[in-house]
């Protein structure tokens, strides 16, 4: 069975950066469409940046435009979030997703991403 592994979160001052890591097998890292996404408790889980499995296409929520960039490693079979200028509203669970079906899509919807990480927390202070 396919896994994503999220690893990177920590505590961080607001201004600060962070790298998260998402490790895939490389027949899914190379043939599918991936994202991010981020919950906090008792909200929905809220989409952060997509990539096609080709990079062609791009998404990135407006609060992290210009701050956060989603990344692939082919010879790492990695997916990365760099996360710039942190904020505290940055604060949340963040999971990697992955789309197999769709590859060409950068969806913000987090209903059509098949498999999920079990999420890394970023905590963000002021």
């Known amino acids: 069975q396919e896994q994503l592994v999220e690893s990177g979160g920590g505590l961080v001052q607001a201004g600060g950066s962070l790298r998260l890591s998402c490790a895939a097998s490389e027949r899914t890292l190379s043939s599918s469409a991936m994202g991010w996404f981020r919950q906090t408790p008792g909200k929905e889980r809220e989409f952060v940046a997509a990539?096609?499995?080709?990079?062609?296409?791009?998404n990135y929520a407006d609060s992290v435009k210009g701050r956060f960039t989603i990344s692939r490693d082919y010879t790492e079979n990695t997916m990365y979030l760099h996360m710039n200028s942190l904020k505290p509203e940055d604060t949340a669970v963040y999971y990697c997703s992955a789309n197999p079906h769709t590859s060409y899509a950068c969806s913000i919807y987090a209903g059509d991403y098949d498999l999920w990480g079990q999420g890394t927390q970023v905590t963000v202070s002021s």
């Open positions: 990539t096609s499995w080709s990079g062609d296409c791009t």
